[in-house]
């Protein structure tokens, strides 16, 4: 399908169906992923749902300086939106903490009709080599298995995420993206 004055290109998110019992969901995980989870567990790792949202923005704005320009506005405007969908049980926060309490993983995910996105996310570099990302995604696919839900991953076009989402047994959802060129019409040759 073409549309007028847009160039279409195609993008790539990753979905999983959560109505299986989580036994038979973790069978599909990949076993670095089983690994993770095993570790994190092994260094007394725990999972906290429903931690202040200020606590996740705080983690992913550190994360996200290197490769995105988010101001502290965008940040406001979300945690706004978090307290909304929150108040509706839209939303929720899950956390993984090392045995010191230190915060290694967060996540807010949103919910929309059957689907569960996994929208903002902060890891530590300390949370990185220890699984805790990895125990917070089983934590949510745990608390959510055998039920009519879809756990949106939200991408990715990067490789590694894209590898990261599919170790959990999720599959390839194609999207079409829009590029839309209002420069000059001499410059748009040139942008190309």
Do not use: W
Not at 23 to 33: G, V
Not at 170 to 184: C, D, Q, R, T, V
């Amino acid at each position: 399908m073409q549309v007028p004055g847009y160039d279409l290109y195609e993008r790539m998110n990753y979905v999983l169906p959560l109505k299986e019992p989580y036994e038979k969901l973790y069978e599909n995980f990949r076993d670095n992923i089983k690994r993770n989870i095993k570790k994190a567990a092994k260094l007394n790792c725990v999972v906290k749902k429903d931690i202040p949202v200020a606590d996740v923005i705080s983690l992913a704005r550190e994360q996200s300086k290197d490769f995105a320009s988010l101001t502290d506005k965008d940040f406001s405007r979300f945690a706004k939106l978090y307290q909304q969908l929150q108040a509706n049980k839209q939303a929720i926060t899950y956390a993984v903490y090392s045995s010191l309490n230190e915060l290694l993983a967060s996540a807010v995910f949103f919910f929309y009709q059957n689907r569960a996105y996994y929208i903002l996310v902060g890891n530590h570099p300390n949370g990185k080599t220890i699984g805790a990302s990895h125990a917070l995604i089983n934590a949510f696919i745990k608390d959510h298995a055998g039920k009519e839900l879809l756990l949106d991953f939200e991408g990715s076009d990067i490789r590694n995420l894209a590898f990261f989402y599919s170790s959990f047994g999720a599959s390839e959802e194609k999207y079409a993206g829009l590029k839309y060129n209002n420069l000059p019409r001499l410059l748009k040759f040139f942008k190309k």
